[in-house]
């Protein structure tokens, strides 16, 4: 039985090698596991224990750059951050058969968040809501106060909701501030002006502020792309006509639905990583979007054309920034938007938008073709291979006995490697 104890008081106060070693002790770590864990990679120490608290270490993943992006008619290398093997490879080929043309389009909307103010205890609160309306330029006003900067910048406050919503609590009053973030993710800044209109919105109501906070339902900051493609550039009429079934399929079934936005996550959350997005916002604002009708929904679709030709396109809130938060901060997030070289978080969610949907078609046509676990095996048995110590020439010959026979385990990775390396095959 563990009977060590969590309550470790002023564990944040201490320096980062203090709080590693009580771990290093608390876990029982080597002193070389501690070392591993001690390397904070291509992240500064000041800039790592800054960022979030309690940090004993690093962790990296690797970052890797998907190639043939052409998006409006500009070509991008798109930095990718993800554990998940095949999904760099799968959004480069998806992205060459997007190529023509112009490529992939894509247009994001303009960068409106949405801030929220719960008010509760309110009597008569539909006459309240008219007074609330009535009143709105001087609120605005007043939350325009809040952000010299961004107001100077071009954007700001914008408009002015409210509902009124019948609770278990009785009625609520729910205001939302609609603003202007420009190329922020824009939470610090609605959240300050959700929390500065507050009290005048308390004064009008007679009720209480209760939450003050945006919406990740991000609504008004939706990303679009849309790409053709011939038949023969995704492989025949065949693999074309089953694309667009797989389609329908998730259409129509919301369990395949969550799968199929998966796969396009896999390539947005990889460029959000890279970039030091807060990626649990774009998830969140994603999956309620797919659900916004009452039946979750796929993000992106699949059609054939009067010509014959393959569609695709996609629909998605993408909250993301690239100013102000970690995006500035981190020195890699920094390099991934200079490789980038997106100006504005609008095109950069527009980047995003067409990397789901490459990454969307590469995942449906290796599942109506080929099926998606071998070339997921592939790469699987590779890595062992080099994971075993082959290199060059070694690591394709070892991975393809692996497949071949069909035990694709480490072990054997190493068997094969001695015996390569005795000369004996
Ligand atoms: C795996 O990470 C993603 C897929 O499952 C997506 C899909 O099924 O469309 C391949």
Known sequence: MNNKSSRIPGFYKKSLDERLRIVAEWAGLSEEEVNILRNLGNLPE???????????????????????????????????????????????????MLRRGDGIIARADKQYMIGQIHLVNVSAPRYKAMKIIERKDEILDHARQQDSTLIRLGGGPRDLEVRVVDTRIGPVIIVHLIVDVLDAMGANTVNTM??????????????EARLRIISNNAIYRLARAWARASPEDVGGEN????????SILAEADPFRAVTHNKGIMNGIIAVALATAQDHRAIEAGAHAYAARTGQYKPLSFWELDEEGMLTGSIEIPLQIGIVGGATRVHPIAKIALKILGVKTARELAEVMAAVGLAQNLAALRALVHEGIQRGHMKLHARNLAIMAGATGELIDKIAERMIKEGRIRFDYAKKLLEEYLKGEK
């Open 46 to 96: 000041k800039i790592a224990d800054s960022m979030i608290e309690n940090v004993i270490g690093g962790m990296t993943y690797p970052f890797a750059v998907a190639v043939n992006f052409r998006i409006n008619a500009r070509d991008y290398l798109v930095p990718m951050v993800i554990e998940e093997t095949s999904v760099v490879a799968a959004a480069s080929n998806a992205a060459k």
């Open 194 to 207: 959700a929390e500065s209109i507050a009290p005048i919105l308390e004064k009008i109501t007679g009720g």
């Open 239 to 246: 693999i074309a006509k089953k694309i667009v079934e797989a």
